[in-house]
Every structure is written in structure tokens, then in C-alpha cells.
């Protein structure tokens, strides 16, 4: 029968005390710095001894001793103690991230969408902890197959597979094809891929799907879009623009609060979807079903 079946299970409290009155050179010491009474310290001390019949701490005149069979008892009780310490870190730790949401959102369709939805997600769950990460479409996608994400908004992708991964629309946003109010082409309410064919155009880093895109529109008419340059930051592409050294093609959200900028239309793709994914994983967490269920109604309110 084992020590657990029979009901004499020391306790990690009693392997504190006696550690601490070792440490601490006396019973009176320990009781001080633990808050305790010193009969407590000592009851705790008596119950180790006699559970394993053996004498653990011995008195001298510089205070307390380890006996031959204390050594070997403090030696395992403060690896045990040490193990519990990091076992109850690395649970709260554990518990803490369940209560976060981790969002992922670009930099210009997903922080919009998220900022229009924010407050009502404050109003309804105050106490929800939402983190969020800013970056790239395909940088969002390898995060949240590799659960650093628990969901990600972003614009419909060109080729992207949804394996393992769930998603719901929440609303449609236009592409725009930018430039500055001294282009030719600013005047008008509607562009074709015909009239934008020989235009210089800037954009961003990893802009992967909207490349795709762009791709996809101008090889119907035998062409490539002329990147002339990606910048790692919006506010340098706009100022290429704002500039008319260049034009560029963005979601409405990322260039509307840019005066100065003219932002059209093309006919051929006037309107592209704004997804919530998330990994099947993380949906397992109460607080990222609240987040999805909230999210889902303020959208279609909003319709």
C-alpha cells in the first residue's frame, strides 16, 4: 500500500517549515519570518520526523543542525519545493494566456474594422484582455497556424488555404486605385485595368495577396503591374503619391484620412471581403468565443 492509500502524505507546507527553520538556524527565527506561531514550526518538524522515524534537526550551540538523514531529506525537500514553485508559475502563466485574446490585424483594413468594433467590445466585456499585433496578411496567417494568434482580421486573400482554420465575414471594403489630386486620371468616378496599365505604382512590404491581385487583373489584358517601389511603411508610399510621383492601390480604410489623395474604384474589382479567421484551437478558449459571438452581431447590426 502506498504512502497516499495509508494517508501519511507529508505536505509541501510541512517541507517549507522545516526548510526554513534550518535556514534560518532556529524554530524562533523561522516563525518570524514566516508569520507563524513557533509551535506550528515545530509540530510541522515533529510530524516529517515521525512519519519517516528518524531524526531530521539536531540542536548545538550555533543553533540547528542537519542530522546524517536530514541532509538527504533537505536536499530532496528543497528540489521538491523548487519544483512546485516552478509547476505553480508555469500553471498561472497558463491560465493567465486563456484569459487573453491574441488578435492579429493589418495595418490598415484589419485596424479599422477592429477600431470601429472596439468600443462595443468594451461596453459588453470590459473585463476581456484583448492583445493586438500588427502586420502583414501572410505574416498573420503563418502566426495563427502556429497558435501566436488566436484570430486575425484581414482582407479576403487571393489563394489562401483554410485548412484547420474557421471563418466568418463581418463586412466588404474597396480597393482603391490611389493617387494625387494632380493626376490625370483624378477626375474620374470609375477607373478600368485598361486605363491604369502604364501607371508607376508604389506599396508595401509583404504585400503579397495584393499583388496577387493586381496580377490576376492586369494578365487579362497581356501585363504586369509596374511596382516601382515597396516601402516598409504606408506613410512613405503616401507621400509618393501625395507627390504624383507615383500612384498606388490600397483598401479604402488605409488612405481615406489622407487629404489630397484621390482614391477610385477599378470596375473590375469593386468590392473585397473583411474575414475574422481563427484557429480551431484557440476557439476552445471561452474568451475568443465571446470575441467572435460579439463581433458577429455588431456586424450584422451593422448591415
Keep these: ?19 526554513k527553520a534550518y535556514e534560518s538556524g532556529s524554530v524562533t527565527k523561522a516563525a ?24 531530521l534537526l539536531e540542536r548545538n550551540g550555533k543553533g540547528m543542525v542537519l542530522s546524517e538523514m536530514g541532509k538527504l531529506f533537505y536536499q530532496q525537500a528543497s528540489l521538491l519545493l523548487n519544483y512546485a514553485e516552478d509547476f505553480s508559475r508555469q500553471m498561472h502563466e497558463a491560465a493567465d494566456q486563456t484569459r487573453y485574446v491574441k488578435l492579429g490585424l493589418t495595418r490598415s483594413v484589419g485596424s479599422n474594422v477592429y477600431a470601429e468594433f472596439f468600443a462595443q467590445c468594451v461596453f459588453q466585456y470590459p473585463e476581456m484582455n484583448i492583445v ?20 486575425i482580421i484581414v482582407p479576403r486573400q487571393e489563394e489562401e488555404d483554410f485548412e484547420n482554420l474557421e471563418f466568418i465575414e463581418l463586412k466588404k471594403t474597396r480597393m482603391l486605385f490611389c493617387m494625387s489630386r494632380k493626376h490625370p486620371l483624378a477626375g474620374c468616378t470609375s477607373l478600368t485595368v485598361p486605363m491604369i496599365l502604364n501607371e ?41 503619391i ?18 489630397g489623395i484621390v482614391g477610385i474604384p477599378l470596375e473590375e474589382e469593386p468590392e473585397i471581403e473583411v ?18 459571438k460579439s463581433i458577429r452581431e455588431f456586424y450584422a447590426e451593422s448591415e
Excluded at 498573420?140 to 488566436?150: P, S, V
Design 242 to 259: 501625395l507627390n504624383n510621383v507615383a500612384t498606388g492601390f490600397f483598401p479604402e480604410e488605409g488612405v481615406m484620412r489622407y487629404n
Design 1 to 19: 500500500m502506498s504512502a497516499v492509500e495509508k494517508g501519511e502524505v507529508m505536505t509541501l507546507l510541512q517541507l517549507h517549515y522545516f526548510c
Design 32 to 55: 518570524q519570518e514566516l508569520f507563524v506561531t513557533q509551535p506550528t514550526i515545530s509540530s510541522a518538524i515533529r510530524e516529517l520526523e515521525k512519519e519517516y522515524d528518524c531524526l
Design 200 to 240: 508607376k505604382m508604389v506599396s508595401t512590404i509583404n504585400d503579397t495577396n495584393k499583388t496577387k491581385v493586381l496580377n490576376r487583373l492586369f494578365a487579362e489584358y497581356g501585363a504586369v503591374p509596374n511596382i516601382i517601389e515597396r516601402y516598409d511603411q504606408l506613410n512613405l508610399a503616401v507621400n509618393m
Design 275 to 292: 474575414l475574422l479567421v481563427w484557429n480551431k484551437e484557440a476557439k476552445k478558449k471561452q474568451e475568443v468565443r465571446k470575441f467572435i
Design 132 to 151: 493586438t499585433r500588427p502586420g502583414a496578411s501572410v505574416v498573420l496567417f503563418d502566426e495563427l497556424r502556429k497558435q501566436h494568434l488566436d484570430l
